[in-house]
């Protein structure tokens, strides 16, 4: 039988970095590989989280953008998620290695997988290209609020390029008072004329990275509560970003889930998951 328990004690004690150099100590010494071995002894939502804790950071969004092309049907939310969420070098290496390990490129991928609109904003956003600069210009600010307006609220149908071409290339900074600047022409916050302006994917995808920009830790709370509530668990999901944001930003997340829901993250994963798999995640959550 499978120890489990030692498993997870074990490897969830160590971060990525140490994770990989088990991987090679193992090999080295034992002659196998771990990852096949793990694959071997466990299985469902259980072996996934173990299996993702043991891949290196890049490589893990790599193959969960591929899964989310490739797959059955195609993982939109997958897809915004990890695009709207990453740095630029993060991207960059994204693209790097997606290439390496499939042999087409991530952008092709995605054309050949998407359409319309949709597929301009994923590509904008898989060029790795948004300025990370913090400067503030006035007075494109007012222009860029403006713009937006007359883009959406102000006209009859919706001129999506420039909200594309405005919320995926300004930095951060900037777009923070561009929103502040439109709620005072508009008289309501850009993420309410977003869901009034689009739908579907294209609506999805640009407030992803309305909210990302605001606050990343409060849209990974989201995107966590929108995996457990209701019927049925969208463990994809869940999996994900547990264990991508494990090392990176979970106290902030769990900080926001709390202040967003009036409940833990930890007492949401103990009420909707059960076995070797609750035990896992309830560690990478911690408290």
Request: charge should be negative.
């Amino acid at each position: 039988g499978t120890d489990e328990d030692a498993i997870i004690e074990t490897l969830t004690k160590l971060n990525v970095s140490q994770r990989q150099q088990v991987l090679i100590t193992y090999k080295s010494t034992i002659g196998r590989d771990l990852i096949d071995d793990l694959k071997s002894e466990l299985s469902g939502n259980f072996e996934r989280v173990i299996v993702g804790l043991m891949t290196p950071t890049i490589m893990y969004d790599v193959h969960e953008l591929r899964r989310a092309l490739k797959g059955a049907g195609t993982d939109e939310g997958c897809l915004i998620e990890i695009l709207a969420s990453r740095t630029n070098a993060e991207i960059r290496l994204i693209n790097e290695n997606y290439k390496l390990q499939y042999g087409s490129t991530l952008e092709d991928d995605i054309v050949s997988d998407t359409s319309s609109m949709f597929r301009r904003v994923l590509v904008s956003l898989a060029t790795g290209n948004r300025d990370e600069g913090t400067f503030v210009d006035e007075g494109l600010a007012q222009q860029d609020a403006q713009c937006l307006y007359e883009a959406g609220e102000k006209k009859w149908g919706t001129d999506e390029v420039q909200f594309m071409s405005i919320l995926c290339t300004r930095n951060r900074c900037h777009l923070l008072r561009v929103f502040d600047v439109y709620r005072g022409i508009a008289n309501k916050d850009i993420t309410e004329s977003i869901k009034s302006e689009m739908s579907g994917d294209l609506e999805d995808a640009l407030l992803a990275v309305v909210k990302c920009l605001r606050n990343k830790p409060a849209y990974f709370a989201e995107r966590l509560y929108k995996s457990m509530k209701g019927l049925g668990t969208d463990d994809s999901t869940l999996i994900r970003v547990m264990v991508s944001r494990s090392e990176v930003d979970m106290l902030y997340i769990r900080r926001e889930f709390l202040a967003m829901y009036g409940k833990s993250l930890h007492s949401f994963i103990k009420g909707d998951c059960s076995g070797d798999y609750r035990k896992v995640l309830l560690r990478l959550c911690g408290g």
